[in-house]
Nanobody, 124 residues
Framework: VQLQASGGGLVQAGDSLTLSCAASGRDAGKYAAGWFRQAPGKEREFVAATTWSGLKSYYADSAKGRFNISRDNADNTVYLQLNSLKPGDTGVYYC??????????????????WGQGTQLTVSS
């Protein structure tokens, strides 16, 4: 599976933005998916994840109430809608797929495939 993240950019605090993660290749769109981010000088951290069906979603505390993860399995694409953005949301956002059922989707080690990342910068 190859993952292509897109949609990042430069926005102002309070703005909204939607990131996309398009999957291609064998078994594309058949796995649980997650978003992680890495701020400058910090470790990569979990943001949000959803199961293959989209029926269950998980969010980091920093994302709850502001971000929404969704997916279109017909299009093999997972989205991350970001609302009320803050400068602290700045970083490189990575999408990932987990091919093993039942793993803890908040953990990086649960993911088998990673996209290249898309940069989001939120100015104050």
């Amino acid at each position: 599976v190859q993952l292509q993240a897109s949609g990042g950019g430069l926005v102002q605090a309070g703005d909204s933005l939607t990131l996309s993660c398009a999957a291609s290749g064998r078994d594309a769109g058949k796995y649980a998916a997650g978003w992680f981010r890495q701020a400058p000088g910090k470790e990569r951290e979990f943001v949000a994840a959803t199961t293959w069906s989209g029926l269950k979603s998980y969010y980091a505390d920093s994302a709850k109430g502001r971000f929404n993860i969704s997916r279109d399995n017909a299009d093999n694409t997972v989205y991350l809608q970001l609302n009320s953005l803050k400068p602290g949301d700045t970083g490189v956002y990575y999408c990932a797929n987990s091919k093993v059922y039942g793993r803890d989707l908040t953990q990086e080690s649960s993911y088998s495939y990673w996209g290249q990342g898309t940069q989001l910068t939120v100015s104050s």
